[in-house]
């Protein structure tokens, strides 16, 4: 697949000509548009008794469509509709996707929607955690934590929100230094900070003395 996304990455680069997807659409729109696939995908997965596979799934594709060059590869209008097929396959095969998935993405990809995959990831994780009462944390941290570590962190969002299920995501980030963040709550607005950026942080602002008007 390696060569394949090369191949993605060369035909984004080349101008492209007026397409469905190239007129700049609302945000508003993109949003709900999301949300339309990421219902539809839901219902199909309840339906089949497969929703944890398939955010399973779609943490894939997020990873793959992190890539903006494949996005632009499937909404390229000049790209033959048989070659976006021949890495639709690539995909599905190296990622081990569930039919219905696979069937989202062609979906996505005839209506040059690929450009919103991330945005549809995200409303699907959404509907997910409402459904199985799940609740999404993202650790962020220099290296990668231990397991245990993760599952004692896992504990505590759990007893800090009442979840009866708590997800991790993780990621890197060595502008931290040392330490860890928790972000979680819809759109990631409750933060846990325990990095040693955010101690210098602190420590800093100690020592900014206000300013003093001096009398001559």
């Given at each position: ?102 069937n989202f993405l062609n979906v996505v990809v005839d209506n040059f929607r690929a450009g919103i ?18 609740e999404l944390a993202t650790v962020t941290s220099v290296v990668q934590l231990e397991s245990q570590?993760?599952?004692?962190i896992a504990q505590h969002v759990q007893k800090m929100t009442g979840a009866k299920n708590v ?50």
């Open positions: 697949m390696a060569a394949l996304l090369r191949l993605a990455t060369s035909i984004a680069l080349r101008p492209a000509a007026a397409s469905p997807s190239s007129s700049a659409a609302p945000r508003a729109a993109a949003d709900a548009a999301a949300e339309g696939y990421a219902t539809a995908l839901s219902e199909v997965a309840a339906e089949n008794g497969t929703l944890e596979k398939t955010v399973s799934d779609m943490e894939k594709l997020e990873k793959i469509f992190a890539d903006e060059a494949v996005a632009e590869f499937f909404d390229n209008p000049t790209v033959p509709r048989e070659v976006k097929a021949q890495l639709i396959d690539e995909i599905a095969k190296s990622s081990e996707l569930q039919p219905h998935v696979v995959v991330p945005q549809i990831v995200a409303e699907f994780e959404n509907v997910y955690n409402a459904l199985s009462g799940t570590d993760l599952a004692q997800r991790l995501k993780t990621q890197l980030d060595p502008e931290l230094i040392a330490g860890f963040t928790v972000q979680y709550g819809r759109d990631g607005s409750n933060l846990i900070d325990m990095s040693v950026r955010k101690q210098i942080e602190e420590i800093a602002s100690e020592f900014e003395l206000p300013s003093v008007a001096l009398e001559v």
